[in-house]
Protein backbone atom coordinates (compact mmCIF):
# COMPACT_ATOMS: atom_id res chain seq x y z
CA UNK A 1 0.00 0.00 0.00
CA UNK A 2 2.35 2.52 1.16
CA UNK A 3 4.69 4.45 -1.31
CA UNK A 4 6.61 6.04 1.01
CA UNK A 5 9.61 3.59 3.11
CA UNK A 6 9.54 3.48 6.63
CA UNK A 7 12.60 5.41 7.44
CA UNK A 8 13.23 6.95 10.77
CA UNK A 9 12.30 10.44 9.48
CA UNK A 10 9.67 9.68 6.89
CA UNK A 11 7.86 8.22 10.55
CA UNK A 12 8.47 11.32 12.31
CA UNK A 13 7.43 13.90 9.48
CA UNK A 14 4.17 11.93 9.27
CA UNK A 15 2.90 11.62 12.99
CA UNK A 16 4.17 15.03 13.25
CA UNK A 17 2.14 16.28 9.98
CA UNK A 18 -0.95 14.23 10.73
CA UNK A 19 -0.70 15.11 14.25
CA UNK A 20 -0.31 19.05 13.75
CA UNK A 21 -3.35 19.09 11.34
CA UNK A 22 -5.55 17.09 13.34
CA UNK A 23 -5.00 19.76 16.11
CA UNK A 24 -5.61 22.78 14.43
CA UNK A 25 -8.53 21.62 12.91
CA UNK A 26 -10.13 20.42 16.83
CA UNK A 27 -8.93 23.86 18.06
CA UNK A 28 -10.83 25.93 15.09
CA UNK A 29 -14.08 23.45 16.09
CA UNK A 30 -13.45 23.66 19.78
CA UNK A 31 -13.61 27.81 19.40
CA UNK A 32 -16.47 27.51 17.08
CA UNK A 33 -18.75 25.47 19.40
CA UNK A 34 -17.65 26.98 22.55
CA UNK A 35 -20.16 29.73 22.97
CA UNK A 36 -22.95 27.58 21.52
CA UNK A 37 -22.54 25.05 24.37
CA UNK A 38 -22.21 27.28 27.17
CA UNK A 39 -25.36 28.38 25.87
CA UNK A 40 -27.26 25.16 25.69
CA UNK A 41 -25.73 24.44 29.22
CA UNK A 42 -26.99 27.63 30.27
CA UNK A 43 -30.71 27.50 29.11
CA UNK A 44 -30.77 23.79 30.90
CA UNK A 45 -30.22 25.55 33.90
CA UNK A 46 -32.42 28.22 33.51
CA UNK A 47 -35.35 25.74 32.53
CA UNK A 48 -34.87 23.64 35.63
CA UNK A 49 -34.57 27.38 37.55
CA UNK A 50 -37.87 27.79 36.49
CA UNK A 51 -39.41 24.34 37.00
CA UNK A 52 -38.42 24.45 40.70
CA UNK A 53 -39.35 27.76 42.13
CA UNK A 54 -42.92 29.83 41.33
CA UNK A 55 -42.72 31.77 38.68
CA UNK A 56 -40.34 35.11 38.71
CA UNK A 57 -39.05 37.77 37.04
CA UNK A 58 -35.34 38.44 37.44
CA UNK A 59 -32.52 37.33 36.24
CA UNK A 60 -31.54 34.53 38.32
CA UNK A 61 -28.30 33.34 36.46
CA UNK A 62 -26.60 37.09 37.17
CA UNK A 63 -27.65 37.29 40.88
CA UNK A 64 -26.43 33.53 41.48
CA UNK A 65 -24.29 33.32 44.43
CA UNK A 66 -22.33 30.70 46.57
CA UNK A 67 -22.53 29.20 50.25
CA UNK A 68 -20.45 26.88 52.13
CA UNK A 69 -22.05 23.41 52.04
CA UNK A 70 -20.64 19.85 53.95
CA UNK A 71 -18.93 19.78 57.31
CA UNK A 72 -15.59 21.19 56.45
CA UNK A 73 -16.71 23.81 54.44
CA UNK A 74 -14.14 23.05 51.70
CA UNK A 75 -16.88 23.19 49.60
CA UNK A 76 -20.11 25.13 47.89
CA UNK A 77 -23.15 25.82 46.72
CA UNK A 78 -24.66 27.41 43.87
CA UNK A 79 -27.85 29.87 44.88
CA UNK A 80 -30.08 31.14 42.24
CA UNK A 81 -32.66 33.85 43.92
CA UNK A 82 -35.92 33.95 42.29
CA UNK A 83 -37.27 37.16 43.07
CA UNK A 84 -40.64 39.21 41.59
CA UNK A 85 -39.38 42.86 41.54
CA UNK A 86 -37.32 43.23 44.53
CA UNK A 87 -39.04 40.78 46.75
CA UNK A 88 -37.19 37.42 46.92
CA UNK A 89 -39.74 34.74 46.70
CA UNK A 90 -37.23 31.31 46.68
CA UNK A 91 -34.06 29.59 46.26
CA UNK A 92 -33.23 27.39 43.63
CA UNK A 93 -30.15 25.58 44.95
CA UNK A 94 -27.98 23.28 42.46
CA UNK A 95 -26.67 20.38 45.09
CA UNK A 96 -24.86 17.37 44.56
CA UNK A 97 -24.03 13.48 45.99
CA UNK A 98 -21.40 10.91 45.40
CA UNK A 99 -23.63 8.07 46.93
CA UNK A 100 -25.89 7.58 43.76
CA UNK A 101 -25.27 4.08 42.25
CA UNK A 102 -23.37 5.37 39.73
CA UNK A 103 -21.63 8.26 41.42
CA UNK A 104 -22.59 11.82 41.15
CA UNK A 105 -26.11 13.15 40.66
CA UNK A 106 -26.93 16.50 40.36
CA UNK A 107 -30.14 18.58 41.45
CA UNK A 108 -31.79 21.79 41.06
CA UNK A 109 -33.98 21.93 44.64
CA UNK A 110 -36.52 24.77 44.67
CA UNK A 111 -37.41 26.42 47.93
CA UNK A 112 -40.09 28.96 49.07
CA UNK A 113 -39.38 31.39 51.47
CA UNK A 114 -41.27 29.50 54.08
CA UNK A 115 -38.75 26.33 54.10
CA UNK A 116 -41.28 24.12 52.03
CA UNK A 117 -39.08 22.37 48.67
CA UNK A 118 -41.08 23.85 45.81
CA UNK A 119 -39.88 21.16 43.39
CA UNK A 120 -37.06 19.82 42.26
CA UNK A 121 -35.32 18.87 38.89
CA UNK A 122 -32.42 16.34 38.00
CA UNK A 123 -29.64 18.39 35.93
CA UNK A 124 -27.11 14.89 36.04
CA UNK A 125 -27.31 11.25 36.61
CA UNK A 126 -25.81 8.24 35.31
CA UNK A 127 -28.05 6.10 37.27
CA UNK A 128 -29.50 2.81 35.54
CA UNK A 129 -31.90 3.34 32.85
CA UNK A 130 -35.39 2.06 33.54
CA UNK A 131 -34.51 1.90 37.13
CA UNK A 132 -32.47 4.92 39.21
CA UNK A 133 -33.81 7.16 36.33
CA UNK A 134 -37.20 6.99 37.99
CA UNK A 135 -35.56 9.68 39.74
CA UNK A 136 -36.63 12.26 36.57
CA UNK A 137 -39.60 13.82 37.39
CA UNK A 138 -41.16 13.10 33.54
CA UNK A 139 -40.29 9.19 34.10
CA UNK A 140 -42.13 8.97 37.58
CA UNK A 141 -43.77 11.61 38.97
CA UNK A 142 -44.47 9.98 41.94
CA UNK A 143 -41.38 9.55 43.31
CA UNK A 144 -40.60 13.59 43.07
CA UNK A 145 -44.46 14.13 44.62
CA UNK A 146 -43.50 12.96 47.59
CA UNK A 147 -41.02 16.06 48.33
CA UNK A 148 -43.16 18.69 47.34
CA UNK A 149 -45.12 21.35 49.31
CA UNK A 150 -42.77 19.39 52.53
CA UNK A 151 -40.59 21.67 54.53
CA UNK A 152 -37.34 19.51 55.73
CA UNK A 153 -37.23 20.50 59.24
CA UNK A 154 -40.83 19.45 59.71
CA UNK A 155 -40.74 16.16 57.54
CA UNK A 156 -38.30 13.58 58.00
CA UNK A 157 -37.52 13.36 54.11
CA UNK A 158 -35.34 9.91 53.67
CA UNK A 159 -36.57 6.28 52.92
CA UNK A 160 -38.22 3.95 55.36
CA UNK A 161 -35.74 1.77 54.71
CA UNK A 162 -33.55 4.17 56.88
CA UNK A 163 -36.57 5.47 59.28
CA UNK A 164 -38.23 8.45 57.14
CA UNK A 165 -41.23 8.39 55.45
CA UNK A 166 -40.59 8.26 51.92
CA UNK A 167 -41.28 4.97 49.73
CA UNK A 168 -38.28 4.49 47.90
CA UNK A 169 -38.01 3.88 43.92
CA UNK A 170 -39.27 0.34 43.54
CA UNK A 171 -35.49 -1.57 43.77
CA UNK A 172 -33.77 1.46 43.83
CA UNK A 173 -32.90 1.89 47.27
CA UNK A 174 -29.20 3.53 47.01
CA UNK A 175 -30.68 6.30 44.11
CA UNK A 176 -33.79 7.50 46.49
CA UNK A 177 -31.28 7.37 49.38
CA UNK A 178 -28.94 9.32 47.34
CA UNK A 179 -31.16 11.64 45.92
CA UNK A 180 -32.32 12.33 50.28
CA UNK A 181 -28.57 12.90 50.51
CA UNK A 182 -28.59 15.81 47.90
CA UNK A 183 -32.07 17.85 49.18
CA UNK A 184 -31.31 17.54 52.90
CA UNK A 185 -27.32 19.22 51.20
CA UNK A 186 -29.31 21.40 49.51
CA UNK A 187 -31.63 22.18 52.76
CA UNK A 188 -28.26 22.66 54.87
CA UNK A 189 -27.28 25.90 52.24
CA UNK A 190 -31.21 27.18 52.48
CA UNK A 191 -30.76 26.97 56.60
CA UNK A 192 -27.57 29.00 56.12
CA UNK A 193 -29.36 31.68 54.00
CA UNK A 194 -32.05 31.87 56.09
CA UNK A 195 -29.18 32.88 59.53
CA UNK A 196 -27.38 34.77 57.37
CA UNK A 197 -30.48 36.92 56.94
CA UNK A 198 -31.58 37.77 59.89
CA UNK B 1 -17.05 -6.40 -6.84
CA UNK B 2 -19.52 -3.67 -7.95
CA UNK B 3 -19.81 -0.53 -6.57
CA UNK B 4 -23.61 -1.48 -5.67
CA UNK B 5 -22.38 -4.45 -4.49
CA UNK B 6 -19.49 -2.92 -1.66
CA UNK B 7 -22.73 -0.49 -0.34
CA UNK B 8 -25.20 -3.40 -0.01
CA UNK B 9 -22.35 -5.76 1.47
CA UNK B 10 -22.34 -3.76 4.55
CA UNK B 11 -26.38 -4.00 5.24
CA UNK B 12 -27.35 -7.86 5.59
CA UNK B 13 -24.56 -10.30 4.30
CA UNK B 14 -21.68 -8.26 6.20
CA UNK B 15 -23.58 -6.41 8.88
CA UNK B 16 -20.76 -5.40 10.85
CA UNK B 17 -22.65 -5.59 13.92
CA UNK B 18 -24.74 -9.21 13.14
CA UNK B 19 -22.30 -10.55 10.95
CA UNK B 20 -19.02 -9.47 11.26
CA UNK B 21 -19.84 -8.71 15.60
CA UNK B 22 -17.29 -5.24 15.68
CA UNK B 23 -18.25 -2.63 18.18
CA UNK B 24 -20.50 -4.50 20.41
CA UNK B 25 -19.22 -2.27 23.02
CA UNK B 26 -20.98 0.82 21.85
CA UNK B 27 -23.48 -1.99 20.15
CA UNK B 28 -24.75 -3.27 24.06
CA UNK B 29 -24.04 -0.31 25.94
CA UNK B 30 -26.27 2.46 24.06
CA UNK B 31 -29.27 0.35 22.70
CA UNK B 32 -31.31 0.77 25.73
CA UNK B 33 -34.16 3.02 23.14
CA UNK B 34 -34.51 3.29 19.88
CA UNK B 35 -33.66 6.93 19.33
CA UNK B 36 -30.13 6.68 21.01
CA UNK B 37 -29.57 3.72 18.70
CA UNK B 38 -30.33 5.57 15.71
CA UNK B 39 -28.11 8.90 17.14
CA UNK B 40 -25.21 6.56 17.98
CA UNK B 41 -25.30 4.88 14.39
CA UNK B 42 -25.65 8.00 13.32
CA UNK B 43 -22.53 9.56 14.63
CA UNK B 44 -20.74 6.12 14.10
CA UNK B 45 -22.00 6.11 10.43
CA UNK B 46 -19.97 10.32 9.78
CA UNK B 47 -17.04 9.27 11.92
CA UNK B 48 -16.84 6.13 9.37
CA UNK B 49 -17.17 8.01 6.66
CA UNK B 50 -15.20 11.46 6.91
CA UNK B 51 -12.39 8.68 8.17
CA UNK B 52 -12.55 6.30 5.06
CA UNK B 53 -12.33 9.27 2.95
CA UNK B 54 -8.95 10.57 4.59
CA UNK B 55 -7.40 7.61 5.17
CA UNK B 56 -7.93 6.61 1.49
CA UNK B 57 -6.55 10.45 0.32
CA UNK B 58 -3.26 10.21 2.42
CA UNK B 59 -2.84 6.33 2.53
CA UNK B 60 0.42 6.95 -0.48
CA UNK B 61 2.18 9.19 1.95
CA UNK B 62 1.56 7.19 5.24
CA UNK B 63 4.76 5.03 5.91
CA UNK B 64 3.38 1.33 6.48
CA UNK B 65 4.83 1.05 9.76
CA UNK B 66 3.21 4.29 11.50
CA UNK B 67 -0.44 3.67 9.77
CA UNK B 68 -2.04 2.60 12.50
CA UNK B 69 -1.64 5.34 15.39
CA UNK B 70 -1.71 8.41 11.90
CA UNK B 71 -5.30 6.32 11.96
CA UNK B 72 -6.55 6.12 15.18
CA UNK B 73 -5.29 10.14 14.98
CA UNK B 74 -7.44 10.87 12.26
CA UNK B 75 -10.12 8.74 13.30
CA UNK B 76 -10.29 10.32 17.32
CA UNK B 77 -10.57 13.99 15.46
CA UNK B 78 -13.33 12.66 13.89
CA UNK B 79 -14.97 11.51 17.40
CA UNK B 80 -14.17 15.16 19.27
CA UNK B 81 -15.59 16.93 16.28
CA UNK B 82 -19.05 15.23 16.36
CA UNK B 83 -19.04 15.29 19.93
CA UNK B 84 -18.32 19.01 20.00
CA UNK B 85 -21.21 19.87 17.82
CA UNK B 86 -23.53 17.26 19.37
CA UNK B 87 -23.01 19.40 22.63
CA UNK B 88 -23.59 22.35 21.65
CA UNK B 89 -26.32 21.95 18.84
CA UNK B 90 -28.25 18.35 20.39
CA UNK B 91 -27.66 19.00 24.06
CA UNK B 92 -30.52 16.35 24.92
CA UNK B 93 -29.01 13.94 22.45
CA UNK B 94 -25.47 14.60 23.91
CA UNK B 95 -26.39 13.67 27.60
CA UNK B 96 -28.14 10.42 26.90
CA UNK B 97 -25.18 9.20 24.50
CA UNK B 98 -22.55 11.05 26.11
CA UNK B 99 -20.04 8.52 27.20
CA UNK B 100 -20.27 5.99 24.57
CA UNK B 101 -19.60 9.27 21.88
CA UNK B 102 -15.56 9.16 22.45
CA UNK B 103 -15.92 5.50 22.68
CA UNK B 104 -15.83 5.55 19.01
CA UNK B 105 -12.21 6.04 18.84
CA UNK B 106 -11.92 2.60 19.68
CA UNK B 107 -14.93 1.24 18.01
CA UNK B 108 -13.04 -1.47 16.30
CA UNK B 109 -15.52 -1.07 12.92
CA UNK B 110 -14.08 2.03 12.41
CA UNK B 111 -10.08 1.50 12.36
CA UNK B 112 -11.15 -2.34 10.71
CA UNK B 113 -12.64 -0.55 7.67
CA UNK B 114 -9.72 2.11 7.69
CA UNK B 115 -7.37 -0.78 7.59
CA UNK B 116 -9.04 -3.54 5.37
CA UNK B 117 -11.26 -1.20 2.84
CA UNK B 118 -9.60 2.53 2.64
CA UNK B 119 -5.99 2.07 2.61
CA UNK B 120 -6.45 0.18 -0.20
CA UNK B 121 -8.98 1.53 -2.69
CA UNK B 122 -10.16 4.59 -4.02
CA UNK B 123 -11.62 7.79 -2.29
CA UNK B 124 -14.97 7.01 -3.90
CA UNK B 125 -15.23 3.30 -3.27
CA UNK B 126 -14.17 4.14 0.55
CA UNK B 127 -16.80 6.64 0.69
CA UNK B 128 -19.61 3.86 -0.41
CA UNK B 129 -17.86 1.29 1.68
CA UNK B 130 -18.16 3.66 4.52
CA UNK B 131 -21.79 4.52 3.71
CA UNK B 132 -23.06 1.10 3.93
CA UNK B 133 -21.41 -0.30 6.40
CA UNK B 134 -22.32 2.55 8.60
CA UNK B 135 -25.91 2.50 7.71
CA UNK B 136 -25.82 -1.37 8.40
CA UNK B 137 -24.65 -0.27 11.39
CA UNK B 138 -27.05 2.19 12.22
CA UNK B 139 -29.74 -0.01 11.11
CA UNK B 140 -28.42 -2.96 13.63
CA UNK B 141 -28.01 -0.63 16.62
CA UNK B 142 -32.23 0.80 15.70
CA UNK B 143 -33.11 -2.63 15.38
CA UNK B 144 -31.63 -3.73 18.87
CA UNK B 145 -32.83 -0.37 20.42
CA UNK B 146 -35.91 -0.73 18.86
CA UNK B 147 -36.61 -4.33 20.33
CA UNK B 148 -35.16 -3.40 23.42
CA UNK B 149 -37.23 -0.78 24.07
CA UNK B 150 -40.53 -2.25 23.35
CA UNK B 151 -39.58 -5.52 25.55
CA UNK B 152 -38.26 -2.94 28.13
CA UNK B 153 -40.66 0.06 28.25
CA UNK B 154 -43.26 -0.58 26.65
CA UNK B 155 -42.75 2.35 24.03
CA UNK B 156 -41.39 2.65 20.64
CA UNK B 157 -39.34 5.51 19.84
CA UNK B 158 -40.36 7.13 23.21
CA UNK B 159 -44.08 6.68 22.44
CA UNK B 160 -45.32 4.82 25.80
CA UNK B 161 -48.28 2.07 24.18
CA UNK B 162 -48.63 -0.18 27.42
CA UNK B 163 -48.86 1.28 30.80
CA UNK B 164 -46.38 0.93 33.51
CA UNK B 165 -42.84 -1.18 32.47
CA UNK B 166 -42.33 -3.73 30.62
CA UNK B 167 -39.27 -6.24 30.94
CA UNK B 168 -37.12 -4.61 32.68
CA UNK B 169 -34.41 -6.98 32.02
CA UNK B 170 -34.15 -5.79 28.53
CA UNK B 171 -33.16 -2.10 29.22
CA UNK B 172 -30.49 -3.78 31.21
CA UNK B 173 -27.22 -5.43 30.78
CA UNK B 174 -27.78 -8.56 29.80
CA UNK B 175 -31.10 -8.54 28.20
CA UNK B 176 -28.98 -6.78 25.94
CA UNK B 177 -26.81 -9.90 25.28
CA UNK B 178 -30.37 -11.45 25.30
CA UNK B 179 -32.06 -9.34 22.63
CA UNK B 180 -28.37 -9.25 20.34
CA UNK B 181 -28.09 -13.51 20.30
CA UNK B 182 -31.47 -13.73 19.08
CA UNK B 183 -30.66 -10.82 16.54
CA UNK B 184 -28.02 -12.67 15.40
CA UNK B 185 -29.81 -16.17 14.81
CA UNK B 186 -32.16 -14.59 12.60
CA UNK B 187 -29.88 -12.55 11.05
CA UNK B 188 -27.98 -15.74 9.94
CA UNK B 189 -30.65 -17.47 9.35
CA UNK B 190 -32.34 -14.98 6.96
CA UNK B 191 -28.14 -15.11 5.42
CA UNK B 192 -28.43 -18.80 4.75
CA UNK B 193 -31.51 -18.66 3.01
CA UNK B 194 -30.56 -16.14 0.30
CA UNK B 195 -26.90 -17.48 0.28
Known amino acids: ?198 | MSRLKTFTNGFIKENPAFVLLLGLCPLLGVTTSAINGLGMGLATTFVLIMSNIVVSLVKDFIPAKVRIPSFIVIIATFVTLVGLVMEAYVPALYESLGLFIPLIVVNCLVLGRAEAFASKNSTLDSIIDGSGMGLGFTFALTLLGSVREILGSGSFFGMKFIEGDGMLVFVLSPGAFLAMGYLVVLINKINKKTA
Open chain 1, 1 to 198: MAKKESTFLNMVLTLFLVSAVASTTLGFVYELTKAPIAEAKRQKKLSAIKVVVPSFDNNPDGEMFKVPAGENGTDSLEVYPAKNGEEVIGYAIKTYTNQGFSGLIELMVGFELSGNIHNISVLYHAETPGLGDKMEEKKFPKWVGQFKGKNPSEHDLRVKKDGGELDAITATTISSRAYCDAVDRAHRAFEFINTQDQ
